[in-house]
């Protein structure tokens, strides 16, 4: 079974421009989740979708928005770019959350680069 | 405050020797505690997930515990390997959302 694809792998912006990045979950899964990982800040949790809703969002700015088509596919899209936006994103992929230990599956993540 | 709190930060130890990694908790209500392997460039993969009925579970040479009392977790390495050279990350789900630590990162010399 193919894991989770996150396209692109690398990415450099300047201050200013948006961008767009993808993330295939595994097959079958369909609640996708987004994190931002910076060394000084771990792990944050960006926001969740399943079945193309947006169901948990975390304490980001608007400029953080994304979306999930009806194949579970997700995009995430940064608008207005700033130097700090400079990270790791991840996408986790999960069966539906019907218990409580459901298991997520990252992918390798999108290095964010913003100049 | 949910709160993860991860120890050591840092950790290095010669190849062949046992660790211990430490996470304690403030989350609260709690709903289950995993760990998480991550590998330098590589997106974090699940070592064991345990609910709260849980107090230990082991996957090959990683072993976690867990006391839902003191809110405390461990992650123990047994005869740790180069490849065990990673971030460990404690994650801490709640009904409503996952809070992560920041990891331990962790150095196997040979």
């Known amino acids: 079974k193919a894991g989770v694809t996150q396209t692109p792998r690398y990415l450099i912006k300047t201050r200013g421009q948006q961008v767009t990045l993808s993330c295939s979950p595994i097959?079958?899964?369909?609640?996708v989740s987004w994190y931002q990982q910076t060394p000084g800040q771990g792990l944050q949790f960006l926001f969740e979708?399943?079945?193309?809703?947006?169901?948990n969002k975390g304490n980001f700015p608007g400029r953080f928005s994304g979306r999930q088509f009806s194949n579970s596919r997700s995009e995430m899209n940064v608008s207005t770019l700033e130097l700090g936006d400079s990270a790791l994103y991840l996408c986790?992929?999960?069966?539906?959350?019907?218990?409580?230990?459901?298991?997520?599956?990252f992918g390798p993540g999108t290095r964010l680069t913003v100049t | 405050k949910n709160q993860v709190e991860q120890s050591p930060q840092s950790l290095i130890i010669l190849e062949g020797k046992n660790c211990t990694l430490q996470?304690?908790?403030?989350?609260?209500?709690?709903?289950?505690l995993r760990w998480y392997k991550q590998d330098t460039g590589r997106g974090p993969v699940s070592l064991t997930i345990m609910t709260f009925s849980e107090n230990t579970k082991s996957n090959g040479r990683y072993t976690a515990t867990l006391d839902a009392d003191t809110k405390q977790s461990s992650l123990h390495i047994t005869a740790s390997q180069l490849s065990d050279s990673a971030s460990y990350i404690c994650?801490?789900?709640?009904?409503?959302?996952?809070?992560f630590g920041k990891g331990t990162r962790l150095h196997i010399l040979p």
């Open positions: 996470c304690n908790y403030t989350v609260s209500p709690f709903s289950n």
């Open positions: 986790a992929s999960s069966l539906p959350t019907s218990g409580d230990a459901y298991e997520q599956y």
């Open positions: 994650v801490v789900g709640r009904d409503d959302k996952i809070i």
């Open positions: 097959s079958g899964h369909r609640s």
């Open positions: 979708y399943f079945s193309e809703t947006q169901r």
